[in-house]
């Protein structure tokens, strides 16, 4: 039997449509469904790495996991990289296939059709249920004719569609009305209900309004979701950088991390942020670094053009002063590769300029060329010196995403890679100053490991004359019980689940 597929779409980007699906996801595997999610093209810069080292968005990989399921690239099959306001590179099936603007893209849309029915055929064939997930909103309707993530992928999987409204910023209801009405009529049907999202204060408040919204419209307001602290999703676009309480309330430590403006992978500080007494800030200018206890430059979709808004916004001699102040600075991917001498590029792969002068924190110089790697790696920190040096010779799950190789000469390596993509390898990761405190790596998901990140924390407390909390790296679980538990208590799963003919819990 092929799975049944819901799909829950949006009045906006942001609205809520990954915390629903991940807690949809966990509440019917929960009940012990075969559940996996999907969504046929996702625009994020923060992606993640299959074991087959297909990259795909980090919100269907998080999905997955509230699923108890392994993510593969047919849950994401096509995923937009914006690498400036126009153009994005193109993945599909986890493998970058080039970079285009839109009118570009849109000629790509008979050939893509076809590379989501495949893949949402393979799940529904592996699977009892799909949760489909939209992107924007369906009521786009300059975009329509070329929708490949949308109402087109509803009447493809003959699915059902519960739509998501963010509360919280305000006119509710004129979004949730406005998108039924700009709907074509076969596409207005397929709405079978309603979700207020990130509520705050009474709910009684909500009633006249909500059943107004039902009367005029004929859609039932399946549930009304609080405002959710602590049991979110990985964070997945550049809305999530401004979220309340996602980054941390301040305390003891404090983390800055340079709002690169095509920042990518930043969902790599969150566990830092999880921690009490630490709180992430993302720098938009030199004045954000100067209580920062660690300076961190993340990844990037566009290295050189990153390096320049570095450079213009007095950033660049920011980091450079943290740095010679003995303050710890961490680059990632993309800064990484700004933390050493030069960029080259000689096959114009991220611009037209063949060699861009670094920040020269690091003897190390990056080339691009056209292969991107994407996988899977277990590493060993190598250092017994630095911010990592009490996870000394301790072995780390990661991932790495990029399109560049960079050499060094003299430098240290943070990092001794143990296996790539499930093989036995020996090689080095990153590099280290001098005098330690500037350290670059390719490694994506490092503060993922508990140990990992009380090391650090701990070794920034003591530069700061502080303790070390004893709470810091403690184990805590994934998240996704919580999650579900929350979203649960205020929508009707029941009565979702019949909207597809299955039984919660399952019988």
């Known amino acids: 039997m092929r799975a049944r597929c819901l799909m829950v779409q949006g009045t906006a980007s942001s609205a809520g449509k990954s915390l629903l699906c991940a807690a949809l996801c966990r509440l019917f595997a929960r009940a012990g469904w075969r559940v996996a999610p999907f969504k046929a093209q996702n625009m994020a810069l923060n992606a993640a790495v299959t074991v087959g080292g297909g990259e795909i968005g980090r919100a269907q990989a998080a999905q997955a996991e509230a699923a108890g399921v392994e993510p593969t690239v047919d849950m994401n099959p096509i995923l937009l990289k914006p690498e400036s306001d126009r153009r994005s590179q193109v993945v599909v099936r986890g493998?970058?296939?080039?970079?285009?603007?839109?009118?570009?893209?849109?000629?790509?849309?008979?050939?893509?059709?076809?590379?989501?029915?495949?893949?949402?055929?393979?799940?529904r064939g592996a699977h009892e249920l799909v949760i489909i997930e939209g992107a924007g909103s369906p009521a786009e309707i300059n975009l329509s004719s070329s929708d490949l993530a949308n109402m087109r992928?509803?009447?493809?999987?003959?699915?059902?569609?519960?739509?998501?409204?963010?509360?919280?910023?305000?006119?509710?209801?004129?979004?949730?009305?406005?998108?039924?009405?700009?709907?074509?009529?076969?596409?207005?049907?397929?709405?079978?209900?309603?979700?207020v999202n990130k509520f705050r204060g009474d709910a009684a408040l909500l009633a006249p309004g909500l059943h107004e919204l039902a009367a005029r419209t004929g859609v039932p307001v399946l549930g009304v979701v609080p405002w959710l602290d602590g049991v979110l999703p990985p964070a997945e676009d550049?809305?999530?950088?401004?979220?309340?309480?996602?980054?941390?309330?301040?305390?003891?430590?404090?983390?800055?991390?340079?709002?690169?403006?095509?920042?990518?992978?930043?969902?790599?500080?969150?566990?830092?942020?999880?921690?009490?007494?630490?709180r992430v800030v993302f720098a938009r200018s030199a004045a954000d670094l100067e209580r920062a206890d660690l300076v961190v430059?993340?990844?990037?979709?566009?290295?050189?053009?990153?390096?320049?808004?570095?450079?213009?916004?007095?950033?660049?001699?920011?980091?450079?002063?943290?740095?010679?102040?003995?303050?710890?600075?961490?680059?990632?991917?993309?800064?990484?590769?700004?933390?050493?001498?030069?960029?080259?590029?000689?096959?114009?792969?991220?611009?037209?300029?063949?060699?861009?002068?670094?920040l020269g924190l690091l003897p190390v110089v990056t080339t691009f060329a056209p292969t991107k790697t994407t996988v899977r790696v277990r590493a060993r920190v190598a250092l017994r010196a630095g911010p990592f040096a009490a996870a000394g010779g301790r072995t780390v799950r990661a991932y790495e995403i990029h399109a560049?190789?960079?050499?060094?000469h003299g430098a240290g390596a943070p990092f001794a890679i143990v296996e790539r993509g499930g093989a036995e390898v020996a090689d080095?990761?990153?590099?280290?100053?001098?005098?330690?405190?500037?350290?670059?790596?390719?490694?994506?998901?490092?503060?993922?490991?508990a140990q990992l990140r009380r090391a650090m924390l701990a070794h920034l407390a003591e530069r700061r004359g502080?303790?070390?909390?004893?709470?810091?790296?403690?184990?805590?679980?994934?998240?996704?019980?919580?999650?579900a538990d929350a979203v649960?208590?205020?929508?009707?799963?029941?009565?979702v689940a019949k909207l597809v003919g299955l039984r919660f819990p399952r019988r």
């Open 488 to 495: 649960g208590r205020t929508l009707d799963v029941p009565a």
């Open 153 to 195: 992928v509803a009447r493809l999987a003959d699915a059902p569609v519960i739509l998501v409204g963010d509360i919280d910023r305000g006119g509710l209801f004129a979004a949730l009305l406005g998108t039924l009405e700009l709907l074509e009529p076969e596409d207005r049907a397929r709405v079978a209900g309603v979700v």
């Open 95 to 123: 493998r970058a296939l080039g970079s285009v603007d839109f009118r570009e893209y849109a000629t790509l849309g008979p050939a893509l059709l076809p590379v989501v029915a495949e893949s949402l055929a393979r799940l």
């Open 238 to 278: 550049s809305l999530d950088l401004d979220a309340p309480g996602r980054w941390g309330r301040g305390g003891a430590l404090e983390v800055a991390v340079v709002r690169f403006p095509r920042i990518a992978n930043f969902d790599d500080f969150e566990p830092l942020a999880a921690e009490p007494g630490v």
């Open 404 to 408: 560049g190789r960079t050499e060094g």
């Open 428 to 449: 080095l990761d990153g590099a280290v100053s001098a005098a330690g405190t500037v350290l670059g790596t390719y490694l994506h998901g490092l503060f993922a490991d």
């Open 466 to 483: 502080i303790a070390t909390d004893p709470r810091w790296g403690a184990p805590r679980d994934d998240g996704w019980d919580r999650l």
């Open 297 to 358: 430059l993340p990844g990037t979709k566009s290295t050189v053009h990153d390096l320049r808004w570095l450079g213009a916004t007095g950033l660049a001699d920011a980091v450079t002063r943290a740095a010679a102040a003995g303050r710890p600075v961490l680059g990632v991917c993309g800064g990484y590769q700004m933390l050493g001498e030069a960029v080259h590029d000689p096959d114009g792969v991220e611009s037209n300029e063949p060699t861009v002068r670094a």
